[in-house]
Nanobody
Framework: QVQLVESGGGLVQPGGSLRLSCAASGSIFSINAMGWYRQAPGKQRELVAAITSGGSTNVADTVKGRFTISKDNAKNMVYLQMNSLKPEDTAVYYC???????????????WGQGTQVTVSS
């Protein structure tokens, strides 16, 4: 099994910054992609940003230029640096990784428990 532990959420004023971290551990053979999603009350979960094993990134238009995704392969960690936060960024943020646990296993997505980000004055 694979476990994901997120940290870094909290309450921040508009225009402020937060950095989310997600650590993956367990039976990991390879991590093929890592990403952050968010879900606001009454809305569907949406992709915020993703990064592949090769380092290519995909960032949602709504956060482009304000959020940056990065990873540390040695530590199996992914980060989301969030700057110029807006009230509409308020949501539960989830970490997700696409992992193979053995050389012959199929890729499977794992999810963290979520961390609350609230942007309010």
């Amino acid at each position: 099994q694979v476990q994901l532990v997120e940290s870094g959420g909290g309450l921040v004023q508009p225009g402020g910054s937060l950095r989310l971290s997600c650590a993956a551990s367990g039976s990991i053979f390879s991590i093929n992609a890592m990403g952050w999603y968010r879900q606001a009350p009454g809305k569907q979960r949406e992709l915020v940003a993703a990064i592949t094993s090769g380092g290519s990134t995909n960032v949602a238009d709504t956060v482009k230029g304000r959020f940056t995704i990065s990873k540390d392969n040695a530590k199996n960690m992914v980060y989301l640096q969030m700057n110029s936060l807006k009230p509409e960024d308020t949501a539960v943020y989830y970490c997700s990784v696409a992992v193979t646990t053995t050389p012959s296993a199929y890729e499977r997505d794992y999810w963290g428990q979520g961390t609350q980000v609230t942007v309010s004055s």
